[in-house]
């Protein structure tokens, strides 16, 4: 079971709130999956090769192909905030509230 300080301290990086009731629920269910990866700790690996994809991946993009871009003023006509040349649009990232 992982401490309270220790699920404060992952809900502060993942910007979360939360109740007292909720840490305590939190820390023993982030506990219980923790114990469940160190059971994965017993089985033996050794020779076994890592495997990073059950599948097999390719890659499906096309080739770039140039063609005729938008032209500047008809992609931003329809914004509804623009500064200048370019799209205004809210900070998104550290709001600073």
Known sequence: MLTLSEVEYVASLACL????????IFSQQLGEILDFFRQLDILD?????????????????????????????????NAPQREGEYFKIPKI?????
């Open 93 to 97: 990232i550290g709001g600073g509230e």
């Open 17 to 24: 709130e939360l109740t007292e009731e909720e840490k305590k």
């Open 45 to 77: 690996t050794e020779g076994i090769e890592p495997a990073f994809h059950s599948i097999p991946l390719k890659n499906v993009f096309r080739n770039d192909i140039k063609g005729n871009s938008i032209e500047h003023e008809k992609a931003l006509s």
